[in-house]
């Protein structure tokens, strides 16, 4: 069984023009990061020319498609009746992409299939992460 889920999707960047580019991203969950979700978009798709990846909680995507969630560098929430707003906080500036809803409860049931909400603890390799922590020593 494969410990690695990803998915891609189309995001539509919202801009302050009135027509949405739609872009490439993929989204990606991994059993042994088991509280974590990576949403990645290809170089072309950032003002940097350069590929960015951002990491948040399963948990914040799970309920920011049903009701506003997050406080930090990412915050999302439900818009409209099949779409739902990810908004990305960074120096540079703020990017919101939409993505359909649907899209996403698909990729968070292949993620709860791999690791189910709550056993998230039973898929952590503490050794290694503290390994990681204190950099090999």
Request: proline share 5%; aromatic share 8%.
């Amino acid at each position: 069984m494969s410990t690695v889920i990803e998915q891609p999707v189309q995001a539509r960047i919202v801009a302050s023009a009135p027509r949405m580019e739609t872009l490439p991203a993929t989204l990606r969950y991994d059993r042994r990061d088991p509280f974590a979700v990576h949403m990645a978009f290809p170089a072309t798709a950032t003002l940097e020319g350069t590929d960015v990846s951002w990491e948040f909680s399963r948990e914040l995507l799970a309920t920011g498609m049903d009701e506003a969630a997050g406080v930090g560098d990412v915050r999302i929430r439900p818009y409209g009746y099949d779409r739902t707003v990810l908004e990305f906080h960074a120096v540079e500036g703020i990017a919101m992409v939409h993505v359909r809803t649907a899209e996403l409860r698909l990729f968070l049931e292949r993620a709860q299939a791999l690791v189910p909400s709550g056993d998230e603890h039973r898929f952590l390799d503490l050794d290694r992460d503290l390994t990681d922590l204190f950099g090999g020593i």
